[in-house]
């Protein structure tokens, strides 16, 4: 089994800042890495597959980057609608999610 | 436009029984990988279970033996049949879509329905 282990565990952010999430995989995943976004009550939403790749309708502001084991996902400049949860899978292997990351008002 | 619908999910006793349902519209579940996936309350995500285009099926070792996966083609549902239900168990249950030719990530989710697993 991959555990994937995302940091920190929350992140405060002021808006219009930078915010850099990180996601660990136990071992190599290749770039078989996706980020979902989740709010409260809400499902989750994709946001990059293939560790890069923006989904459809996601904003440039978003990015992902990575491979093997390390990922980050950045939020370039935070938008009010952009504090939620961040989790991230692998799909190297069956699917295994990180634990999330909370990203939450300064 | 894709979409998900979840049903089925309530208050069920330890050792009991329940099916879960999710109702595609937008595009062909039979043409498609479809999981489910819960979310203990306050917890992160955990992969359940996926049926494949050709009708093989694949489950989480925590829930091999207990759950199952099928879906009927005429309904394009999808469903979850749940026995010997644990208190660990008690969770939101999304069904999910992987992309057609992609790896297993999900790129439609329902809201999905609550499983509470109490006596």
């Known amino acids: 089994e991959t555990v994937m282990t995302q940091s920190p565990a929350t992140l405060s952010v002021s808006p219009g800042e930078r915010a850099t999430l990180s996601c660990r995989a136990s071992?190599?995943?290749?770039?078989?890495l996706a980020w979902y976004q989740q709010k409260p009550g809400q499902a989750p939403r994709l946001l990059i597959y293939e560790a890069s790749t923006r989904a459809t309708g996601i904003p440039a502001r978003f990015s992902g980057s990575g491979s093997g084991t390390e990922f980050t996902l950045t939020i370039s400049s935070l938008q009010s609608e952009d504090f939620a949860v961040y989790f991230c899978q692998q799909y190297n292997s069956w699917p295994q999610f990180g634990q999330g990351t909370k990203v939450e008002i300064k | 436009e894709v979409q998900l619908v979840e049903s089925g999910g309530g208050l069920v006793q330890p050792g009991g029984s329940l099916r879960l349902s999710c109702a595609a519209s937008?595009?062909?579940?039979?043409?498609?990988?479809m999981s489910w996936v819960r979310q203990a309350p306050g917890k992160g995500l955990e992969w359940v279970s996926i049926i494949y285009s050709d009708g093989s099926t694949y489950y989480a070792d925590s829930v091999k033996g207990r759950l199952t996966i099928s879906r009927d083609n005429s309904k394009n549902t999808v469903y979850l049949q749940m026995n010997s239900l644990r208190a660990e168990d008690t969770a939101v249950y999304h069904c999910g879509k992987t992309p057609h030719g992609s790896g297993n990530y999900f790129d439609s989710w329902g809201q999905g329905t609550l499983v509470t697993v109490s006596s």
């Open positions: 071992q190599s995943v290749s770039r078989h």
């Open positions: 937008g595009f062909t579940v039979n043409s498609n990988y």
